[in-house]
Structure formats: C-alpha cells, structure tokens
C-alpha cells in the first residue's frame, strides 16, 4: 500500500520560510517522480513543483525562484523548501507521486498524500 505523509506546514508571516516534507512508502522510490500541489480555498487545485526519477525539476511560474523542490533517495523523501512567502500562497499542499516522468497535471498522478496546510499571513 502507497503512502505518502506530509510535514512541516503551519502559520507563517509573509516573507518568511517553511520546508514541507514528504515521507513516501510502499513504492519503489528510486523510479518515481514526485510533485507537489496545492489548492486554496474556492480554487481548484494547481500544480507548483515536480521532482522526475533522474532530478529534472518543474515549477510553476507563480513559484519559479522561490521554491525548490529536493528528494533523497536514502530517506525515501521529497522536500518543498519555500521562501519569500506571501499570503498568495496559503493553501493546502499536497504531496503526489507517479512512475518515472514528472508532469504538472495532478491527474497524472495516482498515489496522494493527506494534504498540510500552509498559512501566510500579512
């Protein structure tokens, strides 16, 4: 069974840093590719940083430069580090995994985290 567990969120000031984590199980981890999405309340859910098996990364323009998404094959984790926060990002984000090639639609993906919240305030 495929489990994905989401950490790190929480209430942060604008301007401010935070770094999700995301612990992946059940799967091989080595070939997945991981993204990461988010959805703010009344919003549909968008895509905002993806992670292939060989570390090509894709960001959504609304994040490019201030969000870098890592994984350590070791730990069988995937890392969103956020910087310079603004309220504009305060959603739930989720974590997301699927086989070899990263894309930016969530559809893509089958296997899900429970989703954390992360709240900017200004």
């Known amino acids: 069974q495929v489990q994905l567990v989401e950490s790190g969120g929480g209430l942060v000031q604008a301007g401010g840093s935070l770094r999700l984590s995301c612990k992946v199980s059940?799967?091989?981890?080595?070939?997945?590719?991981l993204g990461w999405f988010r959805q703010a309340p009344g919003k549909e859910r968008e895509f905002v940083a993806s992670?292939?098996?060989?570390?090509?990364?894709i960001y959504a323009n609304s994040v490019k430069g201030r969000f870098t998404i890592s994984r350590d094959n070791a730990e069988n984790m995937v890392y969103l580090q956020m910087n310079d926060l603004s309220p504009g990002d305060t959603a739930v984000y989720y974590c997301a995994a699927r086989n070899l090639v990263a894309t930016m639609r969530d559809s893509d993906y089958p296997d899900w985290g429970q989703g954390i919240q992360v709240t900017v305030s200004s």
């Open positions: 992670i292939t098996w060989r570390w090509g990364t």
């Open positions: 059940g799967r091989t981890f080595e070939s997945a590719a």
